[in-house]
């Protein structure tokens, strides 16, 4: 996921340095799936390796400062959350994950469709989840607690869970036709997500989401989301819109498994950070 598809560039943007002042500039050009070139409209001096906050004003994503050249800043997209304090909930990063939005009705049909709508994505999942033994990895080094299993009792485990996700894929049809699909760009948070549409939806609007968490086994959520901000984003073939979703009363179980999810996903990308 590049630049162009997080921000409007048309508006130009700013870039900000913890504890530095916000530099005015615009992106030049985009490289790859992760790279552009950012040039500042006065003179800024940024070493390589920093991490750099690129704004447009309504949102923000996180890049490393890969060169300074005489054609600008070459910077690199960075996945995941920026270091810190943050909340649980609060962690996001980009990713590609099998994704489906479908609009069910704007604002003022609201009160009328979500209580029946979170009834059925309620029902729906006690019915599979009274079949599924379990939603976890396997402990291993890198988790918390770590147990010291046997590599019989990590066998028998993994194939409970392959039992699982056989039962999940049978039970669930939006499964199997969402694996049918191509995995999209997101912006993933446990309170919302952000992704690119061909449609524009209107501030308001509910919609019903489902996505597939690449997990062991893989985690399939259905969740309902309130649109809370649309606008375009910079593409020179067709017109798209970056939307972005708040969750509705997401339950517990779903939530924590996003944020499991998140922080191991994360761990993986720092990893291949690393040189």
Excluded at 44 to 54: A, C, F, K, M, Q
Excluded at 55 to 72: C, R, Y
Aim: include cysteine.
């Amino acid at each position: 996921m590049n630049i162009d598809t997080m921000l409007n560039l048309n508006a130009g943007v700013h870039a900000h340095v913890s504890g530095g002042n916000n530099v005015p500039g615009e992106v030049t050009g985009v490289l790859g799936e992760d790279q552009f070139v950012f040039s500042p409209q006065s003179a800024w001096e940024v070493s390589d390796g920093t991490l750099v906050r690129i704004s447009d004003g309504q949102d923000s994503i996180l890049a490393k400062v890969v060169e300074t050249t005489d054609k600008g800043i070459r910077m690199c997209v960075e996945c995941y959350a920026t270091p810190g304090n943050e909340r649980r909930q609060d962690v996001r990063i980009y990713d590609k994950i099998y994704f489906r939005s479908e609009f069910l009705c704007h604002a003022d049909r609201k009160a009328e469709m979500l209580p029946a709508t979170l009834e059925r994505i309620r029902s729906n999942k006690l019915i599979i989840d009274s079949f599924l033994k379990g939603k976890y990895g396997y402990p291993g080094a890198d988790e918390v607690p770590y147990t010291r299993e046997s590599p019989y009792s990590q066998a028998i485990w993994e194939i409970n869970r392959k039992l699982d996700l056989l039962i999940h894929m049978y039970l669930v049809e939006d499964f199997g036709e969402l694996m049918k699909t191509s995995p999209r760009d997101v912006n993933i948070s446990a309170s919302g997500i952000r992704f690119i549409s061909g449609d524009s939806y209107e501030k308001g609007d509910l919609l019903e989401i489902n996505l597939i968490l690449p997990m062991v086994p893989l985690l399939f959520i259905r969740l309902v989301g309130n649109v809370i901000r649309v606008k375009p984003v910079t593409s020179y073939e067709t017109r798209r819109y970056a939307v972005a979703v708040r969750f509705v009363q997401i339950d517990p179980e779903s939530k924590d498994d996003i944020i499991r999810y998140l922080f191991r996903r994360q761990r993986e990308l720092l990893r291949k950070r690393q040189p």
